[in-house]
């Protein structure tokens, strides 16, 4: 069965510090991670995907199927990256985004 | 301006009442989804259409049905609402061929039945 893993509901570090949110997975094919973001007040919103290998807003993701984690780091964190962060995987080479979700880890950055 | 909306935003009703929730798109969005989600936990995909006249349900069993007779209409209807209906609803869409995994999500609906 596919299941996402985030073990920490919330994280809270102060500005200019590391940020590691952790996601591990459950996936017997070959899957595709994301990672979706929802800001205070915003909609759900696709943060970046493990197969475009990019950074956004100095976040990166490394893919590890030895470990089946995904996790989410940033080097420095900012006040604003503070939000609730999903995990989230499907299927690949499937046209059909199916996702499932983890049950998310709030970040909270301290000035 | 292309968006996905969602109403109403916030519901309380009685048990054993009717409801539907909309949400349209103006993308141009073939697929659509709708999630359902408690507080503090994951989102749960409760339906689905790749197009119109097509439904599938989702991994999670949910009493609601939906209906796609328009490629942007795709709303969700509870019969006889329960206390055990009360959650958040979001609807989503995505288009074939596009980036893997990008949903464009709605605000939410968020019910309660009391």
């Known amino acids: 069965a596919q299941r996402v893993t985030q073990p920490e509901k919330l994280l809270s570090v102060f500005k200019g510090a590391p940020v590691e949110l952790k996601c591990n997975y459950s996936?017997?094919?070959?899957?595709?991670l994301f990672w979706y973001v929802q800001y205070s007040r915003q909609r759900l919103q696709l943060l970046l995907r493990?197969?475009s290998r990019e950074s956004i807003k100095g976040f990166t993701a490394d893919l590890n199927k030895g470990e089946t984690s995904f996790h989410l780091k940033k080097p420095f964190a900012q006040e604003e990256d503070s939000a609730m962060y999903y995990c989230?995987?499907?299927?690949?080479?499937?046209?059909?985004?199916?996702?499932?979700f983890g049950t998310g880890t709030r970040l909270l950055v301290s000035p | 301006e292309a968006d996905i909306y969602q109403t109403p935003r916030y519901l309380v009703i009685g048990t054993g009442k009717k409801i539907t929730l909309e949400c349209s798109q103006t993308m141009g969005h073939d697929k659509m989804y709708w999630y359902q989600q408690d507080p503090g936990m994951e989102l749960h995909l409760i339906h689905y259409s790749y197009g119109v006249n097509s439904t599938e349900k989702g991994d999670l069993s949910s009493e609601s049905t939906v209906s796609r007779i328009r490629t942007e209409h795709f709303p969700l209807t509870l019969e006889s609402a329960r206390p055990s209906h009360t959650s958040q609803y979001l609807c989503?869409?995505?288009?074939?061929?596009?980036?893997?995994?990008?949903?464009?999500f709605g605000e939410g609906s968020r019910l309660t039945v009391l």
């Open positions: 493990h197969i």
């Open positions: 996936y017997s094919g070959s899957p595709e």
């Open positions: 989503a869409s995505s288009v074939t061929g596009g980036p893997g995994g990008e949903l464009f």
């Open positions: 989230a995987l499907t299927q690949a080479n499937t046209g059909f985004q199916k996702l499932v």
